[in-house]
C-alpha cells in the first residue's frame, strides 16, 4: 500500500499516560493530514516487565481517546524469528561479543579507572556510564563455554568496527531535538559506547527490536519524544548495518510533570485511566497536553 505510514509503540510496564498521548494524538493528525496509515505496536520483548493485562488496557486507552490505528495489532513477543534473524546478521560481521560483566564489576571496573587516571568516565547522551569493554576480548573458545553453560551474559555491538563498517550516518529530523537542532542530522552511534543488542533473557534490546520492526511494518515517519532523539544514532547504525530502509523522524516536545521531570511509567506519573476515572474526557485530555 502506498503512503506514509506511522506508528504508536507502547510497552504494556504499565497504564498511559499523558506524554503517550501526545505522541499517539500526534500520530493520529499525521497521518489523518497525509492520507497514511496509524499502525500499534505492543512493545512487549522484555518479558520480566511486561504485563498482559496492560495490553488491553493500552488498547482501551487508544479507543477511549478516539484513536484509531489498523488491526491487528503486532506484538514483538510474535516476532522472535525476525530478531533472531538480524542478531545472527551482526554475528556473522563479527560485530558482537558476549559480556559476563555483572552491574557491579562494571561499575567497579569503572570506579578504578577513575581512581587510577583522575579523569570523570565518559557517559553516554542519556547520562549513563559507557560501558567499559569488559570480556570484549575474552577468548571465542571460552566465551562459546559459558554461554552454553547457561552463564548469564548480554551480547553487545563492537561500537568502533559497527561505526567504521557503516560509515558516516545522519537522519532526517522534522521535529527537533531537545537542543532545537532539525534537518538533516549527522548521526554519531560511538557516543554510546558497546550497546547490547540481546540479553540471555531477551532477544533483542530495544534498539534491535525497534528497527526490525518498523522495517517490517514499513514505517516511513517515526513521531515521538524528544528523550529518544540522541538514541536515533544507533537505530540509524542498526538499519546501515543491517541494509534496513531509513524512516524520517519527528520527535515532539515532552509532557513535564510538576517537578519538572518528563512523565513515565516508572516515576507513578498519573495515568489515563486515573484521568478518566476522575472525570477527565479525551478533549481534556487534549487541552492537557497543549492541543
Do not use: C
Amino acid at each position: 500500500m502506498d503512503g506514509p505510514v506511522y506508528r504508536f509503540a507502547p510497552s504494556p510496564n504499565g497504564d498511559l499516560h499523558p506524554g503517550h498521548a501526545l505522541s499517539a494524538f500526534l500520530n493520529q493528525e499525521a497521518a489523518h493530514r497525509t492520507g497514511g496509515r496509524l499502525l500499534v505496536r505492543i512493545e512487549d520483548i522484555d518479558g520480566e516487565r511486561s504485563r498482559p493485562v496492560f495490553v488491553q488496557r493500552i488498547l482501551d486507552d487508544l479507543d477511549w481517546l478516539g484513536v484509531p490505528y489498523e488491526r491487528p495489532v503486532r506484538r514483538q513477543s510474535e516476532h522472535l524469528a525476525a530478531y533472531r534473524a538480524a542478531l545472527d546478521r551482526l554475528n556473522a560481521l563479527g560485530l558482537t561479543y558476549p559480556s559476563f560483566a555483572s552491574r557491579a564489576a562494571v561499575k567497579a571496573a569503572i570506579a578504578e579507572a577513575e581512581a587510577r587516571t583522575g579523569v570523570p568516565w565518559p557517559r553516554d547522551p542519556d547520562g549513563a556510564p559507557v560501558y567499559p569493554g569488559l570480556d570484549r576480548d575474552l577468548d571465542p573458545a571460552v566465551a562459546a563455554g559459558r554461554m552454553a553453560a547457561g552463564e548469564p551474559h548480554a551480547l553487545r555491538l563492537r561500537m568502533d568496527r559497527a561505526a567504521m563498517l557503516a560509515g558516516p550516518l545522519a537522519w532526517t529530523e522534522l521535529g527537533a531535538g531537545p537542543d532545537g537542532r532539525t534537518g538533516r542530522i549527522p548521526a554519531d552511534p560511538r557516543a554510546w559506547g558497546d550497546v547490547v543488542v540481546a540479553r540471555k533473557d531477551a532477544p533483542a534490546s530495544y534498539h534491535l527490536a525497534v528497527v526490525v520492526d518498523d522495517a517490517d511494518q514499513g514505517v516511513t515517519e517515526v513521531i515521538r519524544g524528544q528523550d529518544l532523539f540522541f538514541a536515533t544514532a544507533v537505530q540509524r547504525l542498526l538499519q546501515a548495518l543491517l541494509g534496513l530502509p531509513e524512516p524520517v523522524y519527528r520527535h515532539h516536545r515532552l509532557i513535564l510533570g510538576d517537578d519538572g521531570r518528563k512523565l513515565s511509567k516508572s516515576a507513578g506519573s498519573t495515568s489515563l485511566r486515573a484521568l478518566r476515572d476522575a472525570g477527565a474526557s479525551p478533549a481534556d485530555i487534549r487541552r492537557m497536553v497543549g492541543l
